[in-house]
Structure formats: C-alpha cells, structure tokens
C-alpha cells in the first residue's frame, strides 16, 4: 500500500497480489473523475473482487485537464489493457428522462428543460438507467472527454446518477414498501434521490455553499412532493462521520436521517485494506460496474 502527501491531498495506491498484468483483458477499470481529483478501482469479474484502487487527489481548473493528462501518462494501471473501461464524471450538469419520453434526436433539447449549453465546450452522452428504465442525459467538457476516448480503445462513459439511482433501487428490493429520501453529498451539490414504494420518484441535484442552504433545498423537496417528514426515511450517502455538520444540521429538523451504509455489489480483496470511510465516500464509484 503507498500513501503519500500530507492529510488533506494523500495519494493512495493499492494493489492485491492476485492481480495479474498478464491476464489485464479479463478486468474492469472504473474511473471517476471529480473537482477532487481522480480515482480509479480494478475488478476482477469471475470473482466478483476489487483487486486494486487508488485515490489521486489534486484541483484543476485548467480547460486542457493537465493533471489528468499526467496521469493518464504516468499511472501504470490506467495503461494496460481491459476488459471494459468505465469512465465516471461527477457533475450537477444531468437529467433524467423516462424511456417512453426519450427521443435521442431531441437529447439536447431535453438537457435544456433543467440546465443549458451556451458554448461548444461541452459534449452530451447518455446513458440508460436499466431499473428506472429511464435514460440519464449529462454533459462533459469535450476537451475531456476526447482525453478519455483516445487514452482507451473502448470506453463507456456514465455520470454519478447511474450507479446511485442503480443501488438505492437494487437496496430497495430488498426492503419493506416505503418512502425514502437518498442523498448523495459531494463538495459543493448533493444528489437526491426519491423512492415511493420501491419506485423511483425523482432525481435531481442541487448545489449548495453551506449547510443552511442544504437543508432549505432538502426542506424544500420535502414540500414540492406533499411528503410526510414523519413517514419518510432519509438516507445520507457520501459522508462517514456523524459529526458532519450537514448531517447534524439536517437531524435537527428531519428526525428520520440517518447516515446509511452504501450496499456493494462486489467485493474487496482483503489486502487492499480499504477504509469503511473510503468506500462510503467512494460508493458511486464501487457499485459502477452494475451498470454494466
């Protein structure tokens, strides 16, 4: 295992000694890409296992993405060859649309009922949400996205609602009919996800500067959708520790919040040693081969 850097930008790289450079094409990479840096985790399909992970943190603003080209240059792991290549960008820039609505003709008109592109900078991809049978319309920077596409022969690109609306829907078959509220937090938005009755309600994001602001837009949904705070459960993904002021803000008007234990769908090989903290933070990009 290497950790390198001081607390707040460390490097970590892990390795199990069951991976095998020479067997590479039977493997998945998962990459996601954030205002944080990049991270990128390696299964092993016939056992179901994360064989490697490694977190990069670092910010860039630059258009041209130089840290991420480094990278790509320089980390060995993203230079072999794969099986499948699963590229996660983490963004607020996404919309849904239920399958019966969508027309992919019409895929930027449809981006622009929540959001719009003003310049030639951006691409839109799309990619269909299986459970919701709905399809995620997201936008990435072309500079990007033209680095991914050539750095990998064959690529799949997905944006964070994929995995998150994919779990929180395979979670629920598993539970009691209920209402539930899921919100995934990041730096400066957070995801929410609303389910009624193991059905999925809405997905949106919105983004945020402080706590006040998170809790009035959670308070906010509450009141659009006429949802019982005493009935609906809400489940906080994204965070671990129990004193994040977000958390302690929200409980204090919604007593049914709770920070949940993201379900995995794949294992992690024991000698990678990944934190509980890691994999909640990192959850999106853990449970995004599921939507393979």
Not at 17 to 34: G, V, W
Not at 48 to 64: Q, V
Not at 82 to 99: C, G, H, N, Q, R
Request: with cysteine; aromatic share 14%.
């Amino acid at each position: 295992m290497l950790v390198t850097g001081n607390s707040n930008m460390t490097k970590t790289y892990v390795v199990s000694p069951s991976f095998d450079e020479s067997i590479t094409t039977s493997y998945f990479l998962s990459i996601r890409s954030a205002s944080d840096g990049l991270s990128f985790c390696v299964l092993d399909p016939v056992t179901n296992t994360y064989i490697a992970y490694a977190d990069i943190p670092f910010r860039d603003t630059s258009t041209d993405h130089i840290k991420t080209q480094e990278l790509l240059i320089t980390e060995k792991l993203l230079n072999l060859p794969y099986k499948k290549v699963l590229f996660m960008i983490e963004t607020p820039y996404a919309t849904l649309v239920p399958s019966a609505l969508y027309d992919p003709a019409k895929k930027r008109e449809l981006y622009n009922l929540n959001h719009s592109i003003t310049t030639d900078d951006w691409i839109l991809k799309d990619q269909k949400i299986k459970m919701a049978d709905a399809w995620n319309i997201f936008a990435i920077p072309k500079f990007l996205y033209y680095l991914i596409s050539n750095q990998f022969d064959s690529v799949s690109f997905y944006q964070q609602y994929s995995p998150f609306v994919e779990g929180c829907l395979l979670s629920a078959q598993n539970q009691k009919q209920e209402n539930s509220i899921h919100i995934n937090l990041h730096q400066n938005f957070f995801d929410i996800v609303v389910m009624e009755s193991r059905s999925l309600k809405l997905c949106n994001s919105f983004k945020f500067t402080n706590t006040n602001d998170f809790v009035y837009f959670v308070l906010f949904a509450f009141e659009q959708l006429k949802m019982s705070t005493d009935n609906t459960k809400i489940h906080l993904h994204g965070i671990y520790d129990r004193q994040n002021p977000n958390y302690v803000a929200l409980k204090n008007y919604l007593r049914n919040t709770k920070i949940t234990d993201s379900s995995f769908h794949f294992n992690f090989s024991d000698t990678l040693k990944i934190k509980e903290q890691v994999k909640q933070e990192h959850h999106n990009l853990f449970n995004l081969a599921i939507c393979v």
